[in-house]
C-alpha cells in the first residue's frame, strides 16, 4: 500500500493553492463549481454540494515530445499551371530580386 499526500490552502475566497506529491495546483470557483489549473493539465468540475455528485472533465496538456500533424504534400510540379491566365509563368525558385523583378514589370501601368 503507498502512501499519499495532500494539503489544501484558502489563498482567498474562491481561490485555493493545493499541494500533492505530484505537484502544486490553484482551483478557482466556489463551492459546487471548480476549475483546477495542475502540473499535468486543467480540470473542471460541476457537483452538487452535500450530494457527492459531481461531474468532472479533465484537459491534458500537450505532451512535449509529441509531433505536430503532418503537412499536406505539396502537388507533382509537372501538373502545376499558372494561375489567372495562360500567359502566366510558373517559377519553381528564384531569389527575392528576381520575384520583385518579374512581378514589377509584369503590373506596370500603361
Given amino acids: 500500500m503507498g502512501f499519499r ?6 489563498i482567498i475566497p474562491g481561490v485555493r493553492l493545493n499541494l500533492s506529491g505530484s505537484g ?5 470557483g466556489p463551492r459546487g463549481l471548480h476549475y483546477t489549473i495542475g502540473p499535468h493539465g486543467t ?6 454540494p452535500g450530494s457527492g455528485v ?16 503532418a503537412l499536406p504534400e505539396a502537388p507533382n510540379s509537372q501538373s502545376r ?8 509563368t510558373v ?6 530580386d528576381e520575384l520583385v523583378a ?9
Fill in 5 to 10: 499526500f495532500c494539503r489544501s490552502f484558502k
Fill in 24 to 28: 502544486a495546483s490553484v482551483s478557482f
Fill in 43 to 48: 480540470r473542471t468540475t460541476v457537483g452538487l
Fill in 54 to 69: 459531481s461531474w468532472t472533465f479533465y484537459q491534458p496538456y500537450a505532451s512535449v515530445g509529441a509531433s505536430p500533424p
Fill in 81 to 88: 499551371e499558372p494561375i489567372g491566365s495562360d500567359e502566366g
Fill in 91 to 96: 517559377i519553381d525558385s528564384a531569389s527575392i
Fill in 102 to 110: 518579374k512581378s514589377s514589370s509584369r503590373f506596370q501601368r500603361p
